[in-house]
Antibody, heavy 117, light 111 residues
């Protein structure tokens, strides 16, 4: 079955970059877009961007253009999102979600990122 | 960016009754004969789950109690009849225009 495995939690100091991972299994990794979605505590969902693993074509929400970098490693079927210079505003749950171009079929359990010194 | 306004923000429905959630887009999300509006269910501590894609298509494995309708700027998610397991927050999402955006959510409770 389709699985998107994400670490449950990450702790990072303010200003230090962090790279979140999402390991896919149970489907053809290079056939579907991988999206990243942010959810702050008690808040709604915010789309960060997406990457197509076949050629690393990326679509990024301009709000995150200076914050997030999306990459993939096809050899390990893993998608990554690097967040630069994190602040308390970046503390949130980050989900990876795969799917066709426009909707998201499968979601990881999410990584809770805490930015704290 | 396309703004999605969901209403109501919360609703309480009796078991076995109908729940109706509205999502209004600030501009049309229709293109190429499709409505690029989708619905998700999120329970506490869990990731969202796709219910309906492209306005009215039921995702595989989702009970037929869930249905979606609408076009252009006005969309509706209907749950009929409501069951106890439906307690959750529901989100609409558009993908007609970059950046993709979500509604603010509707919290469903049992009366």
């Amino acid at each position: 079955q389709v699985q998107l495995q994400q670490p449950g939690a990450e702790l990072v100091r303010p200003g230090a970059s962090v790279k979140l991972s999402c390991k896919a299994s149970g489907y053809s990794f290079t056939s579907y877009w991988m999206n990243w979605v942010k959810q702050r505590p008690g808040q709604g969902l915010e789309w960060i961007g997406m990457i197509h693993p076949s050629d690393s074509e990326t679509r990024l929400n301009q709000k995150f253009k200076d914050k997030a970098t999306l990459t993939v490693d096809k050899s390990s079927s893993t998608a990554y999102m690097q967040l630069s210079s994190p602040t308390s505003e970046d503390s949130a749950v980050y989900y990876c979600a795969s799917g066709r171009y426009d909707y998201f079929d499968y979601w990881g359990q999410g990584t809770t990122l805490t930015v704290s010194s | 960016d396309i703004v999605l306004t969901q209403s109501p923000a919360s609703l309480a429905v009796s078991l076995g009754q109908r729940a109706t959630i509205s999502c209004r887009a600030s501009e049309s999300v229709d293109s190429y004969g499709n409505s690029f509006m989708h619905w998700y269910q999120q329970k506490p501590g869990q990731p969202p789950k796709l219910l309906i894609y492209r306005a009215s298509n039921l995702e595989s494995g989702i009970p037929a109690r869930f249905s979606g309708s609408g076009s252009r700027t006005d969309f509706t998610l209907t749950i009929n009849p409501v069951e106890a397991d439906d307690v959750a927050t529901y989100y609409c999402q558009q993908s007609n225009e970059d950046p993709f955006t979500f509604g603010s959510g509707t919290k469903l409770e049992i009366k």
